[in-house]
């Protein structure tokens, strides 16, 4: 089985400030890996996701995140941070056997707060 | 519009009184999946399903069964709610197929049991 790790369950920056949330993975294996976000009282949605291409992914609202397989990290960052980009930040990994994607399993969530 | 529906979105029940919780997803997707989120533990995932009439425990099983008789559905039925299953509930689904991976969510069942 995976395991996902979010290291830090908050997070602070203030607006304008780099945002940094740390993800680490647990697979030997390349394995697809994705970010979500959560807004409060709303569902996740997808943030941007690895899939064995570009190590460097660029996702929407200026996030982008770097593969790194010898530190088996997935960490996301944005340059300046907006007062809208406070949410709940998810990190997640898929197994994979040969063609065929299996659970997802999630990390346990950053909660990003942004002050003005 | 492709989406994952969940029904109902609000529940308050008591102890013991059987409660089945629908999502039905529009895209044809063979995964699906329910997690419970409480503050504090992120998403647990609870059951997930690889395709109709196949389906596996996630982390957090006790107390809840599902089923997949039909690609579209995938309902969460808890036989005997108790306090401990008050939590924020969602339904997802994807493809198999290794093309995009994304997981897409409905809105979330927030369900209270007394």
């Known amino acids: 089985a995976q395991s996902v790790t979010q290291l830090g369950s908050h997070v602070s920056v203030s607006e304008g400030a780099l945002v940094l949330l740390r993800c680490n993975y647990s697979?030997?294996?390349?394995?697809?890996l994705f970010w979500y976000v959560q807004y409060p009282n709303q569902g996740l949605q997808l943030l941007l996701k690895y899939t064995s291409a570009a190590t460097l992914v660029k996702g929407i609202n200026g996030f982008e995140a770097e593969f790194k397989k010898s530190e088996t990290s997935f960490h996301l960052t944005k340059p300046s941070a907006h007062m809208s980009d406070a949410a709940e930040y998810f990190c997640?990994?898929?197994?994979?056997?040969?063609?065929?994607?299996?659970?997802?399993?999630f990390g346990r969530g950053t909660q990003l707060t942004v002050w003005p | 519009e492709a989406q994952v529906t969940q029904n109902p979105r609000y529940l308050i029940t008591v102890t013991g009184k059987k409660l089945t919780v629908t999502c039905s997803q529009n895209m044809n997707h063979e995964y699906m999946s329910w997690y419970r989120q409480d503050p504090g533990l992120g998403l647990r995932q609870i059951y997930y399903?690889?395709?109709?009439?196949?389906?596996d425990k996630g982390d957090v099983p006790e107390g809840y069964k599902v089923s997949r008789k039909e690609k579209r559905n995938f309902p969460l039925i808890l036989e005997s709610p108790s306090p401990n299953q008050t939590s924020l509930y969602f339904c997802?689904?994807?493809?198999?197929?290794?093309?995009?991976?994304?997981?897409?969510f409905g809105e979330g069942s927030r369900l209270t049991v007394l």
């Open positions: 997802a689904s994807r493809t198999t197929g290794v093309g995009t991976g994304e997981l897409f």
């Open positions: 399903s690889m395709n109709v009439e196949v389906t």
């Open positions: 697979s030997s294996v390349p394995p697809y």
């Open positions: 997640a990994v898929s197994d994979k056997k040969g063609s065929t994607l299996g659970r997802l399993y």
